[in-house]
């Protein structure tokens, strides 16, 4: 049967006076349905309900408020459609279900299966948000942004470095890390572990050098042009640590006793640069040399 709203009880109950409610044998009283009616009390049921829905006893309003209703659901239906849209468009990269498929898949042939279409196998650098100069950028083809990552083993990047601008100091906690230089002079600093020299190198076209797992290393764009490097990393998951940002993440009296308590602590520490695209302004005197060049890229903080 077909459940109607308590206001088509209310409705009915001052139609039905004529009427008997009958007992059942478990002492509940039988409910009229709307269906139940006679012809004539149906009609005289719908007026009573229009005077409800309009709050004026004799004007029959139900046209109008079912318009208003079927607007409302129209445009709240086209909110949710465009919500979902968005969500595709510009929400996180990663597809959880397809990823746990992936994983469990028992042969190649079976994530092969996941991925049937050409598009699933083509990742573009170019398109995603932190591919940029200003000051620059890390965009990773990992298992989050690149499914088809899954299962090889690796983590494809291109490291993006304005005029002067720098890869803050950091590690990848799971993962050696093989830098190629693909445009510009870029200087590299390595330090493997406690007691270890710091390697240092400085590369352009064609040239390369490894950053070994969990190993501290940094680098900086230090010409006035734009300088692109290619990271292979041996791991989908390779992680990203910087180590200022961890540091300074560290409770007050850590920080003041390692730096010394003649250290501005609040001062030092308003000066380490967000994570954000994965590259930070460099020194000043690099960037007022090749601003004097009319190279720079001006600053927008």
């Not at 009915?12 to 269906?35: A, H, Y």
């Not at 352009?204 to 006035?224: D, E, K, L, R, Y």
Request: contains cysteine.
């Amino acid at each position: 049967m077909p459940f109607l709203p308590a206001s088509f009880n209310k409705v009915f109950s001052s139609l039905r006076s004529n009427r008997q409610s009958t007992v059942t044998s478990d002492n509940k009283s039988d409910i009229t349905l709307f269906n139940d009616l006679p012809d004539a009390e149906k009609q005289q049921a719908i007026i009573k309900l229009q005077e409800l829905a309009s709050g004026q006893p004799g004007q029959k309003s139900i046209r109008r408020f079912n318009w208003k209703l079927a607007a409302m659901v129209f445009l709240g239906t086209l909110c949710t459609v465009a919500i979902v849209l968005a969500g595709v468009a510009f929400g996180a990269d990663t597809d959880p279900e397809l990823s746990a498929k992936l994983r469990m898949a028992t042969t190649n042939l079976d994530r092969m299966a996941l991925l049937p279409k050409d598009e699933d196998w083509h990742f573009d650098f170019t398109k995603q948000d932190k591919y940029t100069f200003a000051p620059g950028g890390v965009v990773n083809a990992n298992a989050a942004s690149f499914p088809a990552v899954i299962g090889q083993g690796m983590t494809l990047a291109m490291l993006n470095l304005g005029p002067c601008s720098m890869l803050p100091p950091h590690i990848h906690p799971r993962a050696t890390n093989f830098v190629v230089a693909m445009s510009g002079t870029t200087r590299t600093f390595m330090i493997a572990e406690n007691g270890a020299r710091t390697v240092e190198e400085t590369l352009t076209p064609g040239q390369m050098t490894i950053f070994p797992t969990a190993s501290v290393h940094t680098m900086m764009n230090i010409g006035c042009e734009n300088a692109q490097l290619v990271s292979a990393l041996n791991s989908e998951d390779a992680g990203t640590h910087n180590l200022a940002n961890a540091f300074f993440s560290l409770p007050a009296n850590f920080t003041q006793t390692i730096l010394g308590g003649e250290v501005n602590l609040q001062s030092v520490g308003s000066h380490i640069p967000d994570v954000g695209t994965g590259s930070a302004w460099g020194p000043d005197a690099c960037r007022a040399a090749c601003a004097a060049k009319g190279k720079m890229i001006k600053r927008t903080w």
